[in-house]
DNA sequence: AAATTTTATAGAACTAATTCTACAAACAAA
DNA sequence: TTTGTTTGTAGAATTAGTTCTATAAAATTT
């Protein structure tokens, strides 16, 4: 047991996480830095190693970061913790925070932000992105509620991003442990809200608010 | 204007063409590397200096890269090109061959994968997953034309716009007075001709092949 | 602190959709 | 010109999906 820091780097993008521990190595030369690329490895690691920094991915193939995060914090309370995403900041940055995670960083971000966020985050502040930083303050002060996206609970939006993927509600059921009638709830009510009534419209709605 | 070789990387991820050059610079350490995050840019480049391999993102903010691989393939024909894309490859992968690219290599390869893949390209050859390879060589051997929508008959044709719409079997079966189990019918042969076996894929599929 | 709303979940009853099989007509191939 | 294949169509049996109702827990509002 040393009292090297240590940092992990989970993304199923072996190319993301290589290229992350490249960056953590010249931030921290002397810091243990590894890279996983499923969730179940980062769990397994925070049961056994004290971590500092965690820089994560949301989606992963064995599970939705959204909800392991408070599993996270309780494993290891003052664990750190930097998303750092490929989907849309406005719809899942705002999120991730209430999760509990100490900063939201775009995959389209420069070497420079990446670096940037990386030390913010380790010096015990949050790290958002100006937009992001705007749009909290815009829905703090107008309380407009911009995107109808915002109104999906986290359950919610982790359904219909099956859905669109293009699992079947009984698919859907079985990987997340649930009845179909379940899935069928949760499918009227996020076309409720969305102002849909079937998997195309839902598709276009949910792309374009995806990519801008 | 020496003889050394030049290697560009494009992706809209700078930590994508970051990673990439690393890799690039670890095996061909002579070489002139570029890295850029845009079409615009390499085409720029394409015009001024000789390139001899190309690794692409398919989307960028500025462009999709499947109607641009012609445009670069004028510029300098003999130009390779390897794809490096998170989009699902039975989709994109035959596609992109067609446009007459020289790989498929997907996001989520390994280093080695993608080092091979660099390799193998670079040595005048093909590079494709096992995966595609298979799927390539079914279609060889039991003749599908290269465009799936030409196979559909013209009823066929009539009801996967409908369903691409968002109407529902029963709707069809209405609106063309036959019974629900012709719908039926009908939608598994078009997905089994499509080789796709959800909505959301076919809509994507369908999307694809309807802009050109 | 109490009242209200939203969220996460399902059982039972029901409706919609698929599968499997089939068959005639049109078309293509040997 | 017979043989094989694709197309257009369904009935019966089966499976998938929805609706309606309900309830506990969490979050929000009053």
């Known amino acids: ?72 914090k309780t494993i290891q309370p003052q664990v750190k913790i930097l998303i750092f995403s490929g989907l849309d900041e406005d719809i899942y940055a705002v999120r991730c925070l209430n999760a509990g995670v100490n900063g939201y960083l775009s995959k389209l971000s420069t070497e420079d932000e990446i670096k940037n966020a990386i030390i913010e985050v380790m010096a015990t502040k949050k790290y958002l992105s100006k937009n992001i930083q705007e749009k909290i303050m815009d829905n703090y002060i ?52 969305l102002g849909v009534d079937n998997l195309p419209d839902l598709i276009k709605k949910f792309n374009l608010y995806e990519k801008m």
């Open 142 to 193: 107008f309380k407009k509620p911009s995107n109808p996206i915002d109104q999906l609970s986290n359950r919610e939006l982790e359904i219909v991003g099956l859905m669109v993927e293009g699992y079947k509600s009984t698919e859907i059921a079985s990987i997340l442990n649930l009845q179909k009638s379940t899935i069928s709830t949760y499918k009227t009510r996020i076309f409720e809200k």
């Open 1 to 72: 047991m040393d009292n090297k820091i240590t940092l992990i780097t989970a993304d199923d993008h072996s190319i993301v996480t290589k290229s992350l521990c490249f960056i953590l190595k010249g931030l921290y030369p002397d810091a243990n830095v590894y890279e996983f690329n499923s969730i179940s490895d980062v769990i397994r690691t925070l049961h056994t190693t004290s971590v500092d920094l965690l820089i994560l991915d949301i989606t992963f193939p064995d599970g939705n970061t959204l909800n392991i995060i408070p599993v996270l």
